[in-house]
Every structure is written in C-alpha cells, then in structure tokens.
C-alpha cells in the first residue's frame, strides 16, 4: 500500500521533515518529475475512469432533472458505491495535505453533530460532506494515473455542463436542482466551466475540440447572463482578470474575452444589464447585496461566541435569531430563522469556528502552492510536453478554484462540489507529476 506523506510527494519526506523540510529535501522533491514525467505518461484509460465519468454525469449533469424517474434509482448512491468499490479494489492509496484536510473537516462536521443545536441539520450536512469527500472526491484523486486520465476528466467535467446550460437557458436561469437548484448557484458551476474550458481550449491542437470548446465557453458565459445573477456577473469579471494576470497566451484571451464580451451584449436579456447596473447600490436597505452583509456581521458574532468549533454545520439559520438585530427584523420583516449566510467564508467562520477554517486555509494554499510547483517543473524541462500538458491542466483546476471562490463570496457554497472536485482532481495530478517512490516502482513493474 502506497501511502504518502502529509506534505510531499515522496513519503519518505515526512520522516525527513514533511512540511519543515530542508531546501536539498525540496529541491529534490521538485526534480522529480524527471521520473513522473515517464509514469504519468500514456493515454487516458476509459474503463479505469468510467466510475469516475459516471460520477461526474450525475453530479453535473443531473439526469435525474431531465428523466425523475431515475431519481428512484439512487443515482448518486450508485456511484459512490462504485467509485469507492473500485478504489478499495485497486489498493492503491494516498494521503496528501488536501485529502487529510478534508477527511478532518469531516471529522469536526461528525464531532458538532451532538453539540449543535439543530443535530438534524448538523447529521445531514455531516452526511453529505462525508459522502462528497470520503466516497467520491478521494476514491477519483486515487484511480487517476496519468496526465491524459486529469484530462479526460476535465474534458468530461466541461461538457457535462452544456445540457445543465441548455436547461438554465430554456428555465428562466434556474438549475437543475439539488445544488445547482438556485440561479446564483448555477452561475457559480457554469463560471467554473467556462474556466477549465479556456484552459483546455489552449491546451488543444485539433480543430474541432476547439471550436467544441469555444462553444462550451460561449455558452456557459450566455447562460451565466440568463440567471441574471450579480454574483455570477462578478465571478466572470474576476475570472477573466485572473485569467489576464496568471496568463499565458494573453493575446488569445483578448481576443477571446472581446468575442465573449460581444456575444452578452447583443443576445443577454436587457433585464441583466440592469441587474449588473444595480451592483452600485447593492448596499441600500432594500437590496439583497445590504442583507447580505448583515448575514456576514451575524457570522461573525457568532463566531467570537463560538470561535474555535463554531453553531455547527447548516446551524446558522438555527443561531442566527439570537444575533440577528430585533427592530430591523419587525420593521422589515426580515426574520433570520433558518437562513444561510451566503458567503463560504462566513459560512465556515461561523458555523466551523476555528477548528473548520483552519484546515479550509490549508487546503487553498495548498491548490495554489502545488500549481506553482507544477508550473516550475514544466519551465524547468520545456522539452517536456507531458509536463507542459500537465500545467495547462492544472491552470484549468485553479482558474476553476478561483471561479468558485469568486462567486462563493455571494454563495453558501463552501461545501459544494464544484470546488472539492477541482482539489481532489490537482491532488490526483500532483500524484501523478510528483511519485511517490512506491507509486513509481508501481508504474514500472509489469501489471
């Protein structure tokens, strides 16, 4: 059983230091994808991943929207039960910063559960958190082997959001249900989209990909618009000056942000210009941007009552009365029972205390700490193309991230797929980039 460190992708490096290794410790860390490069090579394997693909068409797609009848089946249990079937049979695990760090977060969301004081609530966020993480999230990050695995993937991840755009355009912007039932929401997963599939646009050389990619981009930017959401509206903007900064190929991101920028103006509904209009006075009264911010002033009353575990998981409607302010909420007729807080930040502050944010802090500066170190080893050998495909993909993964953190300033959105699948997949292709010595003596002996 191949189990790595808590830092390195060496397992040997934690008995050395873990995270306070040397600098000879991590310049030799850094030069492995001399070796990675020959392990994570080779094409995609559609029969290894197909619990995986089968995953990522009910999370994002949702057929059970289109056709209810499936719903009866337990789609979504299947496939945990498959992907964590299939990843208990391959025996080969791993533990690396991020997958610790969740499997911790899971276990603070089970540790509230009898302290909360809604445990219902508390049990069922619980549940759902564990099954994304525990059965899903992980057992993917494990079955992928190669580069060419992350994008198939990836490339599966884009497409599947082309019926959940066509249904938010024909539906008035709303999703499919579940968490993407909301506009904002929808907003969110599509602007994520949008940004893998830039990343995968660059990283192509056949004519139609792109063209299918340009179009997953154009739609999921139009569709974006539908929802009339001020959120998503944002979330784009952030994307696209992330996008600028981080680079490459400036150039084609002009252009193409230009044709993207043209396409909202002459065919997004009149409705959300004025939508983004009112952004500038989003802090009024009677503007949800003002009630948001009360939300976010309850959080953090509650989190310096509660700072170190926090109300407990889907409890901050539950608290929320007794912070919320007692004559806005008569005048008004505002009451708080029950509520979100529509932030993930908030949302962890408040209801994971300490205990949650933490580890919810490790694993992002982990994402973007590991896209760095990719994005070296490819400059290092840019002779490499398996390297060069690699970083395109982990641009895809961290554009994504920064898509979902974007938007979830707006959102409770803190434990939704979108994000712990884009950690769980970069935690798959530091895997692949960086070997553990056991992973490669794997790769080079004969099946």
């Given amino acids: 059983m191949a189990v790595r460190g808590f830092d390195g992708p060496e397992s040997g490096e934690r008995r050395a230091g873990g995270l306070?290794?040397?600098p000879p410790l991590r310049a030799a860390r850094e030069a492995a994808p001399v070796a990675a490069a020959r392990a994570g090579a080779g094409p995609a394997s559609w029969t290894r991943l197909l619990p995986a693909l089968f995953y990522l068409l009910i999370e994002c797609a949702r057929p059970m929207a289109w056709a209810p009848a499936l719903g009866a089946l337990r789609p979504g249990l299947i496939a945990a039960i498959w992907l964590t079937v299939v990843f208990l049979a391959r025996r080969r695990w791993f533990l690396s910063a991020p997958i610790a760090c969740m499997l911790f977060l899971v276990g603070v969301m089970a540790a509230q559960v009898p302290f909360a004081a809604n445990n219902y609530r508390a049990f069922v966020g619980f549940q759902e958190y564990a099954t994304l993480a525990v059965l899903c999230v992980f057992p993917t990050a494990?079955?992928?082997?190669?580069?060419?695995?992350v994008r198939l993937l990836l490339w599966a991840y884009a497409l599947l959001h082309v019926p959940t755009a066509i249904h938010g355009m024909l539906h008035g912007g709303v999703g499919l249900g579940g968490w993407l039932g909301d506009e904002n929401d929808l907003a969110l997963a599509l602007n994520a989209a949008a940004a893998i599939s830039v990343y995968l646009l660059f990283g192509e050389r056949r004519l139609f990909r792109r063209v299918v990619l340009i179009a997953v981009v154009a739609l999921c930017a139009l569709t974006s618009a539908f929802t009339l959401s001020r959120g998503g509206f944002v979330g784009l903007v952030a994307i696209w000056v992330f996008l600028?900064?981080?680079?490459?190929?400036?150039?084609?991101?002009?252009?193409?942000?230009?044709?993207?920028?043209?396409?909202?103006?002459?065919?997004?509904?009149?409705?959300?210009?004025?939508?983004?209009?009112s952004i500038r006075t989003a802090d009024e009264n009677d503007d949800t941007g003002a009630k948001r911010i009360y939300y976010w002033k309850l959080a953090t009353r509650m989190f310096a009552d509660h700072p170190f575990a926090g109300v407990g998981t889907r409890n901050f409607g539950i608290a929320a009365p007794l912070y919320e302010d007692q004559v806005y909420a008569d005048q008004s007729g505002h009451h708080m029972w029950g509520r979100v807080c529509h932030s993930i930040y908030f949302t962890v502050l408040a209801e994971q205390g300490l205990a949650g944010v933490v580890p919810f802090t490790i694993v992002l500066w982990w994402c973007f700490r590991t896209h760095r170190?990719?994005?070296?080893?490819?400059?290092?050998?840019?002779?490499?193309?398996?390297?060069?495909?690699?970083?395109?993909l982990s641009r895809a993964m961290v554009a994504a991230l920064f898509a979902v953190l974007a938007c979830g300033a707006f959102l409770s959105a803190a434990w939704y797929p979108p994000?712990?699948?884009?950690?769980?997949?970069?935690?798959?292709?530091?895997?692949?980039?960086?070997?553990?010595?056991?992973?490669?003596?794997?790769?080079?002996?004969?099946a």
């Fill in 20 to 22: 306070w290794a040397t």
């Fill in 142 to 149: 494990a079955i992928v082997e190669t580069v060419g695995d």
């Fill in 244 to 277: 600028l900064v981080t680079g490459p190929r400036r150039g084609r991101l002009l252009v193409l942000g230009a044709a993207v920028a043209l396409l909202l103006v002459a065919v997004a509904p009149a409705n959300y210009w004025s939508e983004v209009r």
């Fill in 373 to 392: 170190k990719i994005l070296r080893a490819a400059r290092r050998r840019p002779d490499d193309g398996n390297l060069a495909a690699a970083s395109m």
């Fill in 419 to 446: 994000l712990w699948i884009m950690v769980g997949l970069l935690a798959g292709l530091n895997r692949v980039v960086f070997p553990a010595p056991d992973d490669q003596s794997a790769a080079s002996s004969p």
